[in-house]
């Protein structure tokens, strides 16, 4: 199974939005609604931002935010803070014989 | 509140079989549908599922490395154990636990991972 593909990096300014993508195939992403997504500074325990797509687990602010289209889906960090800085991961469910499948990361550099 | 925190060796040779142990809290492996998994992260590399085990003692492994990965709890102790057998430089990576309900797949709650280098 190949990790799905996220861009190396992206930035903004504070109080901007930012927009992560993450593209599988129809056996991942585009296959079930089961996109989650987290956050990593590093050194720290990842967090989980999104499931299921949208879903927020409770205390993650709604700036965070998802949806998918295609084998492609998206996190969209809106009004930019200091502490976004990290590097943000997708996965996807993608099959029953399957664990999941990571992206390869995204570091997002806040200006 | 729920953590998970991984211990085990920094250096391994290669062909050793690496252990490493998570031990939790805030949770209880004998709860229906709670999981405890394993993920690595080899450097600049992505994200990689390992291994699963459930409350009822349902074992998932990574297709690719099933033949040298072995799972097991001790529920007592809240502990999850990953074996890893014959270990290879490319082996070397950031080794993460993590809880994941039963039925999802996603990990809800991570350790902060060790690293773990092969080499001779």
């Known amino acids: 199974q190949s990790a799905l593909t996220q861009p190396p990096s992206a930035s903004g300014s504070p109080g901007q939005s930012v927009t992560i993508s993450c593209t599988g195939t129809?056996?991942?992403?585009?296959?079930?609604?089961?996109v989650s997504w987290y956050q990593h500074h590093p050194g720290k325990a990842p967090k989980l931002l999104l499931y299921?797509?949208?879903k927020r687990p409770s205390g993650v602010p709604d700036r965070f935010s998802g949806s998918k289209s295609g084998n492609t889906a998206s996190l969209t960090v809106s009004g930019l803070q200091a502490e976004d800085e990290a590097d943000y991961y997708c996965s996807s469910y993608a099959g029953s014989n399957n664990l999941g499948v990571f992206g390869t990361g995204t570091k997002v550099t806040v200006l | 509140q729920i953590t998970l925190k991984e211990s085990g060796p920094t250096l391994v040779k290669p062909t050793q079989t690496l252990t490493l142990t998570c031990i939790f809290s805030g949770f209880s492996l004998r709860t229906d549908e709670v999981g405890v998994g394993w993920i690595r992260q080899p450097p600049e590399k992505a994200l990689e599922w390992l291994a699963l085990i459930y409350w009822d003692n349902d074992k998932r492994y990574s297709p690719s490395l099933k033949s040298r990965l072995t799972i097991t709890k001790d529920t007592s102790k809240n502990q999850v154990v990953l074996t890893m057998t014959n270990m290879d430089p490319l082996d070397t990576a950031t080794y993460y636990c993590?809880?994941?309900?039963?039925?999802?797949?996603?990990?809800?709650?991570w350790g902060q991972g060790t690293l773990v280098t092969v080499s001779s």
């Open positions: 993590a809880h994941r309900r039963g039925g999802t797949s996603w990990a809800d709650y």
């Open positions: 299921e797509v949208t």
């Open positions: 129809s056996s991942d992403v585009g296959g079930y609604n089961y």
